[in-house]
């Protein structure tokens, strides 16, 4: 399906997104076509969702082309706390 | 993606209104004759959906969605989500199945700026794809934005009939 890897996503959100904390799971059974995201960065501050989203796409546009499923939750250093603490 | 559903299922669960699920299975046969016009293939699809084609396009209606399949049956999971939320909402929709013409595919994602399917339009305003609709689904706010459209969502209009029915 692609030849992109949990690494490959995480190292590259985190370079480009200076995210303090990526988490990527490969829900494809290894074929590499499907994936969720979580990224937490200070660059999502005070940017409505959509904005947050933009950020996260613009960063694995390339990848994006190929991976056909995906799906992104994006936090501020904050709200991700939040939701961990709610956890 | 049955954890899509399965998110969808709490979210109704946990909401403060008990009857919504009932109140919304119950409805839906009806609902879904009337909720959305859909498009399937168009006669002949041309090669590039342009701007211009698609700014009129995602003006139709008040809510506009672009997806794989069409309501009745979803192609892809996160598409079916979208349908699912729509339909707790009550919302009539305007549904274009971008599985059935390639331009409109391609054309819809250089439009938005956006590389997935499905994609939301209220107002002719691009709102997001899946996982945005679930998030404003979850935190109320899609109730809102559909208020500024003029659309009750049938959550509020739920929700208002309980506190009503408290008050007596």
Redesign the interface.
């Known amino acids: 399906m692609s030849q992109y890897t949990v690494k490959n996503l995480e190292d590259k959100l985190k370079e480009q997104l200076q995210a303090q904390y990526v988490r990527a799971v490969d829900e494809s059974d290894g074929c590499g076509g499907k994936f969720s995201v979580i990224v937490v960065s200070e660059l999502f501050r005070g940017k409505p969702?959509?904005q947050k989203?933009?950020l996260v796409?613009k960063a694995l546009?390339e990848e994006?082309?190929q991976i056909h499923?995906?799906?992104?939750?994006t936090y501020t250093p904050e709200e991700w706390e939040k939701v961990q603490q709610e956890q | 993606m049955n954890r899509i559903f399965q998110s969808l299922l709490r979210q109704t669960r946990v909401c403060s209104i008990n009857n919504i699920s009932n109140v919304s299975i119950a409805a839906a046969p009806l609902r879904l004759m009337l909720a959305s016009r859909w498009y399937a293939a168009d006669a002949a699809p041309p090669a590039t959906v342009g701007k211009e084609t698609l700014d009129k396009l995602v003006r139709t209606n008040k809510v506009v969605v672009f997806m794989k399949g069409n309501p009745e049956a979803p192609r892809?999971?996160?598409s079916n989500a979208v349908v699912q939320i729509m339909r707790m909402h009550g919302v009539q929709y305007d549904a274009h199945d971008v599985l059935q013409n390639e331009a409109l595919r391609q054309g819809i994602k250089e439009y938005s700026?956006?590389?997935?399917i499905p994609q939301v339009f209220i107002n002719g305003e691009?709102?997001?794809?899946?996982?945005?609709l679930m998030?404003?689904h979850q935190s109320g706010d899609l109730i809102e934005e559909l208020k500024k459209v003029g659309i009750v969502s049938d959550l509020l209009r739920a929700e208002q009939e309980q506190e009503k029915n408290e008050k007596k």
């Open positions: 969702l959509l989203h933009r796409n546009a994006l082309q499923a995906f799906s992104q939750k | 892809c999971g996160f700026d956006w590389p997935t691009f709102v997001g794809g899946c996982d945005i998030q404003l």
